[in-house]
């Protein structure tokens, strides 16, 4: 099994936030500001304007991991983007980069917005490996682990 790469704008279960590396697998991760709860959401325009910033923060967030992985692509084979709600534009467009560049990409998401992932998982031509919980951080944690 060559290296692979596991990116998530969320916190991976056990892995050190950052950058870490072991065996054949390298994580990229963030714990992109769990201030941001659902409980803080309220309804109406103040709840708009806290869910605009959560993804602000989670996209900015996405985008600093991106930067990190550019040193770390040409040795690894394989790379595993979380998709969640949050960033989930900036991880769709991390997708397409990284086809772009002919690498074996596979999407790890949550099952929010499900139909929209489908949709673009077939575009894109990238299976789904669908995380029991939100947020990702036990499935891609499980994916690291089998890379070590």
């Known amino acids: 099994m060559g290296k692979a790469i596991v990116v998530s704008y969320n916190a991976i279960t056990g892995i050190p936030e950052g950058r870490y590396a072991k065996g054949n697998a390298i994580a990229y991760s963030a714990d992109w500001g769990r201030a941001f709860t659902a409980e803080n959401v309220e309804a109406g325009s103040a709840g708009r304007r806290i869910a605009e910033a959560q993804q602000a923060v989670a996209e900015g967030t996405l985008g600093a991991l991106v930067g990190m992985i550019k040193e770390d692509l040409h040795q690894v084979d394989t790379v595993y983007?979380?998709?969640?709600?949050?960033?989930?534009?900036?991880?769709?467009?991390?997708?397409?980069?990284?086809?772009?560049?002919?690498?074996?990409?596979?999407?790890?998401a949550c099952k929010c917005d499900r139909t929209e992932k489908v949709a673009f998982a077939k575009m894109v031509d990238v299976d789904i490996i669908w995380a029991d919980e939100c947020g990702g951080h036990n499935m891609c944690a499980e994916i690291f682990i089998q890379h070590c």
């Open 81 to 108: 983007v979380y998709v969640g709600v949050r960033a989930k534009e900036g991880s769709k467009h991390l997708i397409s980069r990284l086809k772009a560049l002919g690498k074996a990409v596979h999407m790890v």
